[in-house]
């Protein structure tokens, strides 16, 4: 509720704020993420591993399947976030617009994957992501020393 965040460096700074402001900010605050404010938290995500697969779930409050972005590449997923609203507002006497950009981006190392066969959905604001994990190989071999 005082928009304690543990665990983020990259948290906007809110110092010099008593615990009342504070609280006085999310009761009334923006409306684009209703559930968590966004500007000063990032998504949060957890991750079962299973025998063959790893299950990512990361929570997307208020956020489009437009605006999300997934990408693998040398063993790292990444998930980010590219967020722009604009209101505008016109009524008799006065004119208000506002803007607002939001971005975010977590970085899952995962090691190798199936690229071709890594599924995501969107649903109530919660990303499910299945990754398969690649067939390892062994090819152990003990070598005869002459």
């Known amino acids: 509720m005082f928009g304690v965040t543990p ?69 790292l997923l990444d998930i980010s976030i590219e967020h722009e609203e604009s209101k505008e507002e016109e009524k008799k006497n006065y004119v208000h617009k506002e803007r607002r950009q939001c971005s975010m981006h977590r970085t899952l190392n995962l090691g190798d994957l199936d690229s071709d066969k890594i599924e995501a959905t969107l649903k109530d604001g919660i990303l499910n992501i299945k990754a398969p994990k690649t067939e390892v190989i062994e090819n152990k071999k003990r070598i005869e020393i002459k």
């Open 7 to 75: 665990f983020n460096r990259n948290v906007v700074s809110r110092k010099g704020k008593d615990p009342f402001s504070e609280m006085i900010d999310d009761f009334f605050g923006d409306d684009f993420f209703p559930i968590r404010n966004l500007r000063y938290d990032t998504f949060k995500v957890d991750i079962r591993e299973e025998d063959n697969a790893f299950m990512i779930e990361a929570d997307m409050p208020g956020v489009k399947k437009e605006d999300i972005h997934l990408d693998y590449h040398d063993g």
